[in-house]
């Protein structure tokens, strides 16, 4: 069976289709280490999901491999499109990815035509853009930071300029890759209480346990490019220890 | 006085063009100095500042280059021709932030691509600012470097930076694709030319008509 012909059919036009389906995934780098290992993932519509584990775990690389990125090999659909070149552009329409580096996110000068790019390319009309882009900027809480240059900004503000840039577009799913990193207390819980309120699916990629525990009901956690365990937030934190004395195989 | 983005910059090139198109006379040369001047106190950019910044290159580079190879009549018009082009591009410097450059840029109908490279230049050219100041600290907190080693470490950090800037770019390649680039720049926010602006510039465009043509 191919894979763009389970549940409705290619295109995802239907919403009964899963947001992820990810089975029997391997990556391999140019240089021939494995990155992943026979990945098995769903996620339902709504649903958050947190792929923990410590660094070089593999959880950016999934992230990539959902969004076409990089190809690995097996079965990836992202609302019953296989991730393939010919399904990236639809694929991409409805997923919102946030990069760990802010600065890699925000590519132009100022804030405002930031987060319009996304409306922009769609072909939406100037006032529409103009009218998105307020209304994302007040979600998160920096109204009036239209014409901010987005050099100058606090590393928690361009995380939540970037937040802004996914939701003025609507995605069904955000792809969140370290959504915290690097932040402060405060800026952490302004970024967490915004991402609290979305109802779309999502795939939190962290090693922030209390973050990983608010925002998501359910987890896996991999090591060495591979899903060791599935279940609450709570209960994989044990793994954390275990991969840190050597313990996990 | 806030002037629109899009007329500094297009009276910029209508004076940039007019001045430095021949012929070099006197009177002419004097009415383009007045047309400048006028510009400058239109755009409240201070004058002497701009004097000075827009004096010194073209003067060192008249001096250095000039006395060479150069008959003595052109090297009052090669002064001439880099002084206006200078002092314009000061002024809109000054008079302009990057973003409504792009702007006025934007709503001169400039093509989309060329902006585009514009706005990512403005946008990591601090960033690879920072880049070098980390690198030269960096040396500095591990003890500095001798001089008969410089070179051998100055060839060390710029491939850093070379590989930096690499990196960053095949990010931002990455973030645009995620982001759904199709080619279309977002429109730059900048207060939009008034009736008494564009009037300006029309009147602008005739007296440097006039002043050819007569």
């Known amino acids: ?249 | 006085m806030r002037v629109a983005p899009e007329t500094v910059v297009a009276a910029a090139v209508m004076v940039a063009v007019s001045s430095v198109l021949p012929p070099y006379e006197p009177p002419r040369m004097a009415l383009h100095v007045l047309l400048l001047a006028l510009w400058l106190v239109v755009l409240a950019v201070p004058l002497k500042r701009v004097a000075i910044r827009a004096l010194w290159l073209p003067a060192v580079i008249f001096a250095w280059y000039g006395g060479r190879s150069l008959g003595a009549a052109w090297r009052w018009e090669t002064f001439w021709v880099l002084l206006v082009l200078l002092q314009v591009g000061i002024v809109l410097g000054d008079a302009l932030t990057p973003a409504e450059l792009i702007a006025g840029l934007q709503r001169l109908r400039c093509p989309s691509a060329l902006l585009f490279l514009l706005a990512l230049m403005v946008r990591y050219m601090n960033r690879l600012a920072d880049s070098v100041r980390e690198v030269h600290r960096s040396m500095l907190l591990r003890g500095g470097v001798r001089a008969r080693h410089l070179p051998r470490v100055l060839a060390g950090a710029s491939h850093v930076l070379l590989v930096r800037v690499y990196r960053g770019a095949e990010s931002v390649e990455t973030a645009m694709e995620l982001r759904g680039y199709e080619a279309r720049l977002p429109l730059f926010l900048a207060p939009r030319a008034s009736q008494a602006e564009l009037c300006m510039l029309a009147t602008l465009a005739l007296v440097l008509v006039a002043v050819h043509v007569a």
């Not at chain 1, 296989?82 to 804030?111: A, C, H, M, T, W």
């Not at chain 1, 525990?213 to 060791?228: D, I, P, S, T, Y």
Request: with cysteine; hydrophobic share 40%.
């Open chain 1, 1 to 249: 069976m191919h894979a763009g012909d389970v549940g409705t059919g290619v295109g995802g036009g239907s919403r009964c289709v899963e947001p992820v389906v990810v089975s029997g995934l391997s990556y391999a780098y140019p240089d021939g280490k494995a990155a992943l290992r026979g990945i098995d993932l769903r996620v339902g519509f709504g649903e958050k999901v947190a792929v923990l584990g410590p660094n070089g775990a593999g959880k950016s690389t999934l992230l990539k491999c959902l969004v076409g990125v990089i190809r690995g090999v097996g079965r990836v659909e992202v609302f019953g499109m296989p991730v393939e070149p010919r399904y990236l552009k639809q694929i991409r329409s409805r997923v919102g990815v946030l990069l760990q580096d802010p600065d890699d996110q925000l590519f132009l000068p100022r804030v405002y035509e930031d987060v319009a790019f996304g409306p922009t390319q769609r072909g939406w009309s100037d006032d529409a853009v103009r009218e998105a882009v307020l209304r994302a900027l007040a979600e998160v809480g920096l109204e009036g930071f239209e014409t901010r240059s987005t050099y100058n900004l606090s590393l928690g503000e361009k995380k939540r300029v970037a937040l802004a840039g996914l939701l003025v577009t609507n995605p069904e799913l955000y792809l969140l890759d370290e959504p915290t990193s690097g932040l402060d207390p405060s800026a952490r819980e302004a970024l967490l209480s915004h991402l609290e309120r979305l109802s779309a699916a999502m795939v939190v990629a962290t090693h922030d346990l209390d973050a990983a525990a608010r925002l998501c009901k359910r987890a896996v956690f991999m090591h060495e490019g591979a899903v060791k365990a599935e279940g609450s937030v709570e209960e994989l934190a044990a793994f954390y220890e275990k991969s840190r004395s050597g313990l996990l195989t």
